[in-house]
């Protein structure tokens, strides 16, 4: 099984980094799947949002058939939802992938791969209008969605979320819990500084519960 995780310039870290760390654990320690690869369109290194330099696996050229595709966000992504050979390279992969994901904005660049349309799904709080406003997406202010074999997540942080629901969907609590408990991830239910109350807050930060 290839699981790849796709990077470009100005793409946000934790929003691949968090999904990177669930999905390796899931690999090493509950039978995931056995390729996990990092992803660009170019070899050479990404310069992320915040500065860090990653050094892909493979381009875009050498990549293998995924059976799992994840598309992060940035503000890298405004650009490439206009890049057709990044467009396309998303839309061709999942004709094979059992299943397809964005994190935050990634949303778009699955929209533009002709992949949301007529599905439910999120992303950051501060895009959640201009999803809505596609027209043919039904937005949910949750933490992920799932809808059919595509999933989405808000943002940055939510992708973690996300990914260890795909691994209990795909493979079982037993393998999410064990990889749960190896991150040591129980994220608290803190809220600081009244921001639950902010006019654009996402439903999901105003609810009590930990669930989508």
Request: glycine share 10%; proline share 5%.
């Amino acid at each position: 099984m290839n699981f790849g995780i796709l990077v470009f310039q100005q793409v946000e870290e934790l929003d691949f980094v968090g999904p990177w760390e669930m999905l390796t654990m899931w690999s090493r320690h509950a039978d995931g799947p056995q390729n996990c690869l990092i992803v660009s369109q170019s070899p050479g290194p990404v310069t992320c949002a915040k500065g860090l330099l990653i050094n892909p696996h493979v381009s875009f050229a050498d990549c293998p058939v995924l059976d799992y595709l994840l598309v992060p966000g940035g503000q890298g992504t405004r650009r490439e939802v206009g890049n057709p050979v990044f467009v396309d390279f998303v839309a061709d992969q999942a004709k094979n992938c059992r299943a397809v994901m964005s994190v935050c904005t990634g949303a778009f660049v699955l929209h533009a791969a002709g992949l949301l349309s007529g599905r439910k799904a999120t992303t950051h709080w501060g895009s959640l209008e201009r999803l809505r406003a596609l027209g043919d997406v039904e937005v949910l202010e949750q933490r992920y969605v799932q809808d059919g074999m595509v999933w989405t997540s808000a943002g940055v942080s939510a992708g973690t979320d996300l990914m260890l629901a795909f691994i209990a969907s795909e493979a079982g609590e037993e393998a999410a819990g064990k990889v749960q408990f190896g991150a040591e991830y129980y994220p608290s239910s803190t809220r600081y500084g009244g921001y639950e109350n902010h006019a654009q807050a996402p439903a999901y930060i105003k609810n009590t519960r930990a669930d989508p």
